[in-house]
């Protein structure tokens, strides 16, 4: 088993951890409660450092840390990390404290420390932040980092997604315990669960997995090669995509489903290669993708981070500045034991 990596020079001073507790963490408790009813234990990233400017800017900087893994030195970049984790989730983030906290909140400011090995995940970290700045006009980059935008931005050239080959099958967790993939699995297989998604998503179809793995000259460009899209389907000029979570609350699920989305929206606008898809699905899918004039993100899941529950969330996400195709987004609660689904 792999030693695990111990963090040893990073810790916010205790001013930082003090002004964030009666900033943002107190407040958000507080407002949680009196939505919900219920009390919720608000953490905040651990390697993020949140600041709000006099001019009611939220400045967020992610910064770079260094820790101890196997007795040897390494360094630690959340921007070179999985985008779904709390400290990597800068849109989640962003989105969740400016709708909760709107009178002390109207910007935000992205910050971070460039990493000196960039990888397939920072290279996917660049692009939520040009697909942020291009959505939200409340939204920028900081003058120090606008540089490293500006120079990726001219790399993207000879992107294409890739596609499957295979039906994806079933899969359970260690010791035959139910996931994630076994809950996709069944919403698209298991006896009436694909109609009561297809009458919710008003859709006539609906299918597991659509990869969104992109290439550039036919090497890996973004993290996750095998990357899908959980659950999607098509009416029309509509598409729709799905991320599903089960037991699984975490604000970096807008942070996924925006990329996704957006993704999706560069195959359609042409600024991504379709594939040369082989399953007949996506085959139907790429055939009409220049068609597609909407894009409907969804959330689906048993349960949500209590930040991400509430309107103002999607109220905020739905207003960007996406005009030619636009994206919305929406997010629905399910109950599921195996052989029962259903919507609350």
């Known amino acids: 088993m792999a030693e695990k990596t111990i963090i040893e020079n990073y810790k916010k001073s205790e001013t930082q951890s003090e002004y964030e507790k009666k900033t943002f963490i107190e407040p958000l408790r507080d407002r949680v409660r009196a939505v919900s009813g219920k009390s919720r234990n608000i953490i905040l990233p651990q390697y993020i450092c949140f600041k709000i400017q006099e001019d009611k800017k939220?400045?967020?900087?992610?910064?770079?840390?260094?820790?101890?893994?196997?007795?040897?030195?390494?360094?630690?970049?959340?921007?070179?990390?999985?985008?779904?984790?709390?400290?990597?989730?800068f849109e989640g983030w962003a989105v969740c404290l400016k709708a909760w906290l709107p009178e002390v909140i109207e910007s935000v400011e992205l910050k971070w420390d460039v990493p000196k090995e960039r990888n397939e995940h920072y290279n996917r970290f660049c692009y939520r932040v040009m697909k942020m700045k291009e959505s939200f006009d409340w939204f920028s980059i900081a003058n120090l980092n606008q540089r490293e935008i500006d120079t990726f931005q001219e790399r993207l050239n000879n992107l294409q997604n890739n596609c499957g080959n295979k039906i994806p099958e079933k899969k359970f967790k260690h010791g035959g315990r139910v996931g994630e993939n076994a809950v996709e699995y069944d919403m698209v297989h298991e006896q009436n669960f694909p109609q009561l998604l297809c009458n919710h998503y008003n859709i006539p179809k609906i299918h597991h997995q659509l990869p969104v793995g992109v290439k550039q000259d036919g090497n890996s460009f973004f993290a996750g090669s095998k990357a899908a899209i959980d659950l999607w389907g098509m009416n029309e000029n509509e598409l729709t995509i799905i991320e599903l979570k089960y037991e699984n609350e975490m604000v970096g699920i807008i942070s996924e489903l925006f990329f996704y989305a957006s993704l999706m929206r560069d195959i359609v606008l042409g600024r991504i290669s379709k594939p040369n898809a082989i399953l007949p699905h996506e085959k139907a899918l790429y055939k009409n993708i220049e068609k597609m004039s909407v894009i409907h993100a969804r959330m689906l899941a048993d349960v949500y981070h209590p930040l991400v529950d509430y309107e103002h969330v999607f109220m905020l996400l739905n207003d960007n500045q996406l005009k030619d195709v636009k994206i919305d987004f929406d997010k629905s609660l399910y109950s599921y034991i195996p052989s029962t689904l259903k919507f609350q």
Do not use: F, S, Y
Not at 63 to 86: P, R, S, W, Y
């Open 58 to 89: 939220l400045l967020i900087n992610i910064e770079e840390q260094k820790g101890i893994c196997a007795g040897e030195e390494i360094v630690l970049n959340a921007t070179c990390k999985n985008m779904q984790t709390d400290n990597a989730a």
